[in-house]
């Protein structure tokens, strides 16, 4: 039986492939989408013109449901919205700031919106507001991330007590295993970033997926509080940081420190000494790049054998 | 069908009840034995002689299995050691240290050896010297935690992956959703902690349970990771850690704020603002103090439920 998420999208399976900068362009969300996901588009990195060629190619590659995620910290953003709906996107995810902002626009342009949240105010927020469903996205997860450090195992439930929207749980989140975790806690469906980050349609430079599989436990940290927390590989970029922290660095050192083109330089041209190289923790399980619908595929038929497993007590 | 900790400690469901410091002793341990699952005992801030009238009184309470936790950094580890042989405890939870130093004797003398980890290291190592079965705690968990701040969605699949032995996820779990997650990560039991220290039997003191239950998300943080690292409720003492922090106090600095007898006025006193008030992330989604059996009897309710109701896709 299709749950809330697969009706409110029209997809097969309740798995939603992440919206990741420098990782995600229309190759990778156009193949999650043909798969039976929900592929989507990280407009984070995109300049308004490339926004605009991703998604018309990604239109040409798939029939399915996409969307397009946008951070609400993304400088020109007036323009991205207006490329969404002139391109006619049907789905947008937010995140990194205020759902009030934009969702009633977009809900008057037809378009279903989710927001993303780490806690429990901006997910009330989000019911407030209109916004047609949540990702609720756990300490683990790569990239950016709550002030609360409140893990996806002890957030889904919280959640869920405190907002009726549909629920997709993120963070720690690459495997059939997780997924059926994941649902178990209360969660309508899962995002996936790290896994995908992984996969030979992400558009992440060979140098980042390489490393991605290749990290072990402990490999990362959410760090750079004082700006925006972002987990980070602990590379020499990374380093710098922590020496920064010990001679005590004001916020606008640790600004100047981090300065412009640090994701593009270690995610998409493959520095990984001076880029900033942003994945979950979930990296220490990847042991393997592969294509994005062998990944779902594998996804959901690990997902049916924990379940179909699984007995009463 | 019984699973592989069920048969280890012949109990009838496979839920422990974590050994913590000022929160349970015997009165916990029987109580959650008599229930059904595994009762443990904290050693960690009994004096010798306290710690053997503790097991007196168990061995009176209950005829069903339990078993004592040792953190291996106590002081007067031997003496603890040799009254856990005199009154022929047979199972001892061993944590904080190294697996090594005590398994062999213990299990010589007949007593099944289990040890907590949070990192894929020790858990391999723990299969080495030939410990009966891990725990492995994730970052959400309260107390003393591992310093790779992994989840417990990530820790007990990548733990999977290395170690083979019976395996008991920690952190975060405090319902029977959350157990149901647990064992479709991978774990074949639960360890449960901070549900079971605002339960009516937990000998903290009635402040920090009533503190516990009207905690809220992002109320506690894993600080003081320059010497143990612990995760805290942000009250006074807290707070005068991270002003420490500020003017970059040294180890020896910090270790003087903590003191002695931090945890005890905390949590057994019931100082809530100089005291130390060890709990976990899942506390933001307790909001009531019950009895330990019913905690029990509601945990495998709903993990019924849950596992009864999730379908395949």
Not at 132 to 150: C, K, L, P, S
Request: charged share 25%; aromatic share 6%; glycine share 10%.
């Amino acid at each position: 039986m299709a749950g809330r998420i697969e009706k409110l999208f029209g997809i097969k399976y309740p798995i939603i492939q992440a919206g990741m900068i420098w990782c995600s362009g229309w190759e990778l969300a156009a193949a999650v989408s043909n798969s039976g996901g929900l592929g989507i588009i990280g407009s984070g990195s995109m300049y308004p013109d490339v926004l605009r060629e991703q998604i018309k190619q990604c239109k040409l590659a798939t029939e399915k449901p996409f969307g397009v995620n946008v951070p609400l910290l993304y400088p020109d953003i007036e323009k991205h919205m207006d490329i969404i709906v002139e391109e006619e996107v049907k789905i947008v995810f937010t995140s990194a700031g205020n759902p009030a902002t934009w969702t009633s626009w977009l809900k008057e342009r037809g378009i279903t919106v989710v927001h993303v949240v780490a806690n429990t105010k901006f997910a009330k927020k989000c019911e407030e507001v209109g916004v047609d469903a949540i990702v609720a996205e756990g300490f683990e997860a790569g990239g950016h991330n709550g002030r609360e450090e409140t893990t996806t195992m002890v957030l889904i439930p919280m959640i869920k007590e405190v907002c009726g929207l549909p629920l997709i749980a993120a963070g720690g989140i690459g495997s059939g295993k997780a997924m059926a975790a994941a649902l178990c806690l209360g969660a309508d469906a899962v995002q996936v970033g790290s896994r995908f980050a992984a996969s030979v349609e992400s558009s992440a430079h060979e140098n980042f997926k390489n490393t991605i599989i290749q990290t072990g436990d402990g490999a990362t940290e959410l760090t750079l509080k004082e700006l925006v927390p972002v987990r980070l590989i602990k590379n020499a970029f990374y380093h710098q940081v922590q020496e920064a922290y010990k001679r005590d660095a004001s916020v606008e050192e640790l600004k100047a420190l981090l300065g412009h083109g640090r994701a593009k330089k270690g995610m998409y041209l493959g520095d990984l000494e001076e880029g900033e190289l942003e994945i979950g923790q979930v990296s220490a399980t990847i042991h393997e790049i592969k294509p994005a619908g062998e990944i779902l595929k594998e996804m959901v038929e690990e997902y049916n054998y924990v379940i179909g497993k699984i007995e009463t007590l």
